[in-house]
DNA sequence: GTCGCTGCAAAGTCTTTGCAGAGAG
DNA sequence: CTCTCTGCAAAGACTTTGCAGCGAC
């Protein structure tokens, strides 16, 4: 019945690739390739998660403290990087906004209004009728977006206690 | 930017009862009902779009300008509101969070990305299967939000001219 | 060498909190 | 009367920006 994908490692690009389209996108805007974006990618790239700026840089400063990364440089590059879509930001209220690579498969999200924890998740039945919709109401469909807002079980038992 | 059209007025409840539920609940945990909580509740009831705190504060201001509700009790009672679960708060991706009353039925919505207009839609095969899929994996869900962007059809014709 | 990039700190935003007076029960 | 609520302003949390030196090209 229902095929739903919750499997997070599924990258449709290698790193190698990713970098190469990286530099590439800076070349052709004038930009530098710095070692700062370079560890940046890589850690969006190695993290199965949705990061907050903090949390990558977190990250990044416990991987390679001889750079002492600046804040300030992550929330810039991440601005950049979300301008070129080569990562997606959610936000979810309290927590700011979490990020994630572009390059995944597409699916769509889960996202508990208690904890803030995401869940990704992918539906072929909505793809197929997205399709049908947009279809039936002569919309030419470029991309589209869902995300589900509610309570995750983990939350539910604590709230129920 | 386009407004988003307004034919969603479905509410599940009256406002009476909405008002009525909610004195009951501020009794039940020996809280006060105050005039703010009241213009706070039914603004939110009035209003078909989601809110952020300063929109809903500057709605009120504008009705009710002999309250000079502050903003810091609009945020506490939108929290108060959201932990009693009668209110949601979201995002759509932009800054900050948004809120709207908890008992409006589910849209969503088709975004023109060349004239900027945005149609709603409901489509019952795709409630059932968020309602399958939030089964499956145990979310209680309490609201979703679908973008589909693309070019409408209007856009599309004049492309072709 | 040029000009974009970086870390730092200061400045913005948005949201929460402490307080003393106002007001609901 | 009591004890919560409110507006105000100050404090926090999160994000952006100005600047001077650094570093990619």
Redesign the pocket.
């Known amino acids: 019945m229902a095929n739903i994908t919750t499997d997070f490692n599924n990258k449709t690009v290698e790193y190698e690739q990713l970098l190469s389209d990286f530099k590439q996108l800076?070349k052709k805007n004038?930009?530098?390739?710095?070692?700062?974006?370079e560890v940046i990618l890589e850690t969006l790239y190695n993290s199965n998660e949705h990061l907050?700026?903090?949390a990558l840089h977190h990250l990044i400063q416990e991987k390679y403290p001889e750079?002492?990364?600046?804040?300030?440089?992550v929330?810039?590059?991440l601005?950049l990087l979300e301008d070129s879509h080569v990562v997606t930001s959610l936000s979810f209220?309290?927590?700011?906004?979490k990020y994630e690579l572009d390059v995944k498969i597409h699916h769509d999200h889960l996202i508990c209004t208690e904890c803030g924890k995401i869940t990704e998740f992918v539906d072929e039945e909505i793809e197929k009728r997205q399709q049908i919709i947009t279809e039936k109401l002569h919309f030419k469909m470029t991309d589209h977006s869902m995300q589900i807002y509610g309570i995750c079980k983990e939350c539910q038992d604590k709230i129920d206690h």
């Open positions: 800076l004038s930009l530098k390739f710095t070692i700062q974006r907050t700026p903090e750079l002492n990364t600046g804040i300030a440089t929330y810039r590059t601005s209220g309290a927590q700011g906004k």
